[in-house]
């Protein structure tokens, strides 16, 4: 397993602009498939974005596509979630998890409970 640290979080107006950024401890992380969640209050966690450890795949939910953009850093240990065009409904805390690349991307970046890491989260609030 992986340790992973989320950044970036904080108070935005609607209309703008946040980057998380979420870096892991270990040298495979890049190995990893990576995925963003958040979790409002009352809420279930929900997915957010994911990327396949090859980079070659990226996935997002409905909500947010288009104004979310995943990527990653390998030589940086890093994935990033750059938000635009937020939205007050976008508030929540925000989690980055690690799915090991031995469990098959496709079938399994939506599902919470097969990541094996996760971050304690950062706190991001949408003002209207």
């Known amino acids: 397993q992986v340790q992973l640290v989320e950044s970036g979080g904080g108070l935005v107006q609607a209309g703008g602009s946040l980057r998380l950024s979420c870096v892991a401890s270990?040298?495979?992380?890049?190995?990893?498939?990576k995925g963003w969640f958040r979790q409002a209050p009352g809420k279930e966690r929900e997915f957010v974005a994911a990327?396949?450890?090859?980079?070659?795949?990226?996935d997002y939910a409905d909500s947010v596509k288009g104004r979310f953009t995943i990527s990653g850093d390998d030589a940086k240990n890093t994935v990033y979630l750059q938000m635009n065009s937020l939205k007050p409904e976008d508030t929540a805390v925000y989690y980055c998890?690690?799915?090991?690349?031995?469990?098959?991307?496709?079938?399994?970046?939506?599902?919470?409970?097969?990541?094996?890491?996760w971050g304690q989260g950062t706190q991001v609030t949408v003002s209207s």
């Open positions: 270990g040298r495979t992380f890049s190995t990893y498939n």
């Open positions: 998890a690690a799915l090991t690349s031995g469990k098959y991307y496709r079938s399994n970046y939506y599902r919470a409970h097969e990541y094996d890491s």
């Open positions: 990327i396949s450890w090859t980079g070659a795949s990226t």
